[in-house]
């Protein structure tokens, strides 16, 4: 595995690469490193889909807002760097902030109407910030295929609404979320929490849980119904503060009424526990 810092380094050594060897796929996953099951899945899958493997680590300032944890972000290179080599990428992209902005950008990717609510609503900015950060890597790369979990599935959304109307040309490869063995979703910052809070936290995937069967058992309940269930039972653990539980049409993210009528939906949950805000979904077909 290579790691390379530059980015006129990666790009010479892809091109290289793509010269020697023509009809060369090429797949990318992009992360802000502190690697865990959920990063080593989508590695997995580029590997199987593709003969190259670009892993990208960069905590990326522009999607963090004021008062939110980009200082104190976990990091740890040496780790990250033989996970990665040890699911197999061929190239480690570390770049520092100066690199890729080096000064401060005057562009900015905005996607509309999907980053409306969610994290979009509880981060101001954090998508312009995503989708800027990702246009700029998928042109420092040019993958064929970039691989992102579903459990950050609003980015998916709008990575995929962010490829179709500019064209870009690459296969957005959503991955499923990987879990502890209690069910509480894989995270970077799953590090920040108390023995308590880890203990409480599983209450997440519990509540997701609760819906996929109430939902099952009652096909004419509503969106609201449905979301007043998973609210009550996240309140069950003392320790959680809910930002915010939805229940929205996937992958548009509009509102729904009779769970019936919606097609596929995404329960959507984000909840703090003291200053450690969770996110994790389910998507219901
Ligand atoms: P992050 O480093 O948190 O920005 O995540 C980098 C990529 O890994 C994103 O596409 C995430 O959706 C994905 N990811 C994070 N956690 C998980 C997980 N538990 N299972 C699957 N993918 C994940």
Redesign the pocket.
């Known amino acids: 595995m290579k790691v390379i810092r530059s980015i006129a380094e990666l790009r010479n050594a892809l091109k290289e690469e793509r010269a020697a060897r023509p009809g060369l796929a090429v797949g990318f ?11 080593a ?2 590695l997995k899958a580029a590997r199987q889909s593709c003969d190259t493997v670009v892993l990208s ?1 960069f905590v990326n300032p522009l999607q963090f807002g004021p008062g939110e944890d980009y200082e104190t972000y976990p990091r740890d290179e040496q780790r990250d760097l033989a996970v990665a080599e040890a699911e197999g990428a061929d190239y480690a992209f570390l770049p520092s902030v100066a690199e890729m902005y080096p000064s401060p950008t005057k562009t900015k990717v905005t996607v509309g109407q999907v980053t409306e609510r969610l994290c979009g609503a509880s981060r101001p900015g954090h998508f312009d910030g995503v989708a800027t950060v990702v246009t700029k890597l998928l042109n420092i790369v040019q993958p064929d295929r970039a ?6 599935a609003q ?2 959304a709008v990575i995929q609404q962010m490829t179709l109307d500019l064209n870009l040309p690459v296969e957005i490869v959503p ?5 502890e063995a209690d069910g509480l ?5 799953n590090v920040y929490l108390s023995e308590e809070e880890r203990k409480q936290a599983v209450v997440l995937y519990e509540a997701l849980s609760l819906a996929r069967s109430l939902a099952e058992a009652d096909r004419q309940m509503t969106a609201e119904e449905l979301k007043r269930h998973i609210e009550a039972k996240i309140s069950s653990a003392p320790l959680a503060r809910i930002d915010y539980a939805e229940v929205l049409a996937y992958p548009s993210l509009e509102p729904v009424g009779k769970l019936a009528e919606a097609g596929r939906v995404i329960v959507a949950l984000a909840v703090k526990f003291g200053r450690t805000r969770l996110i994790d979904n389910m998507i219901l077909e």
């Open positions: 996953v992009p992360t802000m490193g502190y690697l865990h099951e959920g990063h899945s989508l680590i691989f992102f979990g579903m459990k950050d980015q998916v991955c499923p979320t990987l879990r979703a894989r995270s970077s910052r």
